[in-house]
């Protein structure tokens, strides 16, 4: 099988955490939503358990509900960052669209929560990630397939803090485990662009830590 390398390389570096540049007001089909999911669960799970499960969230109340749950566990902590953080920096910038979703998350037009079933029995490392190893690689697989077709996500984790909130608001049993928030909508415009990252001869390394590859 041949690729378009020119295609699949773009695709992986330019595939953003979006959040100002979400369309709040532009449906997203059911057709287009699936299609992507169906896409998600052709990734690898721990043990091909394909434990995977989704929640779609539409409903106005119910997305109302869980941008409070969100608010609530972060939204002062995004503000006050935003607000002190030099917005001609980077993280500045990344400050203020947090803080500017965590303010619209209901507004967006759906909410996905992907699920995992299992639950940590306890702190141990290897637990911890097998159980979200076996969901974030098809959360990642989702966001790539909503970036080829014009739409845009961003994984949040603040609403974990309350999980259990958010669980009762949807009706999720106890057996299952919610691995983030990604607000899915189109984006407005599509010409997102690779991000600034340090090379990576720099941060990787040859069999000890104290012995860079290059």
Same mark, same amino acid.
């Not at 449906?27 to 057709?31: I, T």
């Not at 076996?134 to 990642?140: F, G, K, N």
């Not at 994984?155 to 999980?163: C, G, S």
């Not at 919610?178 to 607000?183: C, D, E, V």
């Given at each position: 099988m &041949?690729?378009?390398?020119?295609q ?14 979400l369309?709040?007001?532009r ?5 287009v939503?699936l299609?992507?999911?169906q896409?998600?669960v ?5 043990s091909?358990?394909q ?7 539409r409903?106005?109340?119910k ?11 972060? *939204? ?11 917005? *001609?920096?980077?993280? *500045? ?12 998350? *209901?507004?967006?037009p759906?909410?996905v ?16 990630a097998?159980?979200?190893g ?7 697989s ?6 080829s077709?014009g739409?845009?996500?961003c ?9 259990q909130?958010a ?8 057996h299952?485990t ?6 899915v ?5 599509t &010409?997102f ?9 720099e941060?990787?390394y040859?069999d000890t ?6």
């Open positions: &041949d690729f378009d390398l020119a699949t390389d773009a695709l992986l570096s330019t595939t953003r955490a979006v959040r100002k540049r369309d709040l007001d449906d997203v089909p059911d057709d939503l299609e992507c999911l896409l998600a052709q990734a690898p799970t721990g091909n358990q434990g995977w499960r989704w929640m779609v969230v409903d106005q109340e997305k109302e509900a869980l941008a409070e749950i969100y608010r609530d566990a972060g *939204g002062d902590y995004l503000a006050a960052a935003a607000a002190t953080a030099d917005p *001609g920096t980077q993280s *500045g910038r990344v400050m203020d669209s947090a803080n500017y979703l965590a303010q619209n998350m *209901g507004k967006v759906v909410l929560i992907p699920m995992i079933v299992g639950r940590l029995t306890d702190n141990a490392t290897s637990s911890a097998g159980l979200m076996s969901i974030m690689p098809a959360m990642w989702f966001q790539l397939a909503l970036r077709r739409l845009g996500s994984l949040t984790t603040l609403h974990l803090i309350q999980e909130k669980a009762e608001v949807l009706g999720i049993p106890e299952m919610q691995a983030g928030l990604l607000p909508a189109y984006t407005k415009g &010409d662009k690779a991000a600034k990252r340090p090379p990576v001869s941060i990787t040859l830590y104290k012995n860079p590859i290059v």
